[in-house]
């Protein structure tokens, strides 16, 4: 069965700082990995989408690195910002199976402080 | 608006009674997921869609939860006879058919029903 860690599980860092989001899967047999956002009372937003062949992808401000032989990927934050502000899930599809569901993390409650 | 909508976004429930929610998907997304979350954990997979046929259940959807897509447009969720421990956020989500007309593609998420069940 798939587990994905997510750590920290809460980050404050002040305006300005660049913050490394940590996420672990414990199977490696995955189709893809995503990253969300996800505001108080809200839904998700994808904010960055890893194929298994990929090793990273960008957007803006993010990066987003995958390993998949050590089950780990990892969310770059450049330059923090108060609306950066969220909770961070990581969430990967299964290679095989059938499925076609995400398994995700508990996130990453991350504030960002002026 | 061309996002994922959900309705109602909230609402309370005596135990027992029944409860429905609606997702209209992105139009030209053909796959629709339903996924529950809780407070402080990450979205649990329930179900999802492809046109309108359920393609696959999670062991969490009990006999008491139904989900459909009649015109594989919309999509509603049904929960009979209401228990404290189905409280939780309920959110729709839809994706065009994946890379290589498999997997899941990039998720959009509607903004979620949040059922609190007293």
């Known amino acids: 069965k798939q587990e994905v860690t997510q750590i920290p599980a809460a980050l404050s860092v002040p305006e300005g700082e660049n913050l490394v989001l940590n996420c672990s899967f414990t199977?490696?047999?995955?189709?893809?990995l995503q990253w969300f956002r996800q505001d108080p009372g809200k839904g998700l937003t994808s904010l960055l989408l890893i194929q298994s062949s990929q090793r990273e992808q960008t957007s803006g401000r993010l990066n987003a690195s995958l390993d998949k032989s050590s089950g780990r990927s990892t969310l770059y934050i450049a330059a923090s910002q108060p609306g950066d502000s969220a909770t961070y899930l990581c969430a990967v599809e299964r290679l095989t199976g059938g499925g076609n569901k995400l398994t995700f993390g508990t996130g990453t409650q991350l504030k960002v402080e002026l | 608006d061309t996002g994922v909508s959900q309705d109602p976004r909230h609402k309370i429930t005596k135990r027992g009674q029944n409860v429905t929610f609606r997702c209209d998907p992105i139009?030209?997304?053909?796959?629709l997921y339903w996924y529950r979350q809780t407070l402080g954990q990450g979205p649990e997979f329930l179900t999802y869609f492809q046109n309108e046929a359920q393609l696959e259940k999670s062991r969490l959807l009990s006999d008491r939860f139904s989900a459909e897509r009649p015109k594989g447009s919309f999509s509603t969720l049904e929960i009979q006879r209401t228990e404290q421990g189905d409280s939780a956020m309920y959110l729709c989500a839809s994706s065009p058919v994946g890379w290589k007309g498999r997997g899941v593609g990039e998720l959009f998420f509607g903004e979620g029903s949040r059922l609190t069940v007293l």
């Open positions: 199977d490696s047999a995955i189709y893809n």
């Open positions: 139009s030209e997304h053909n796959r």
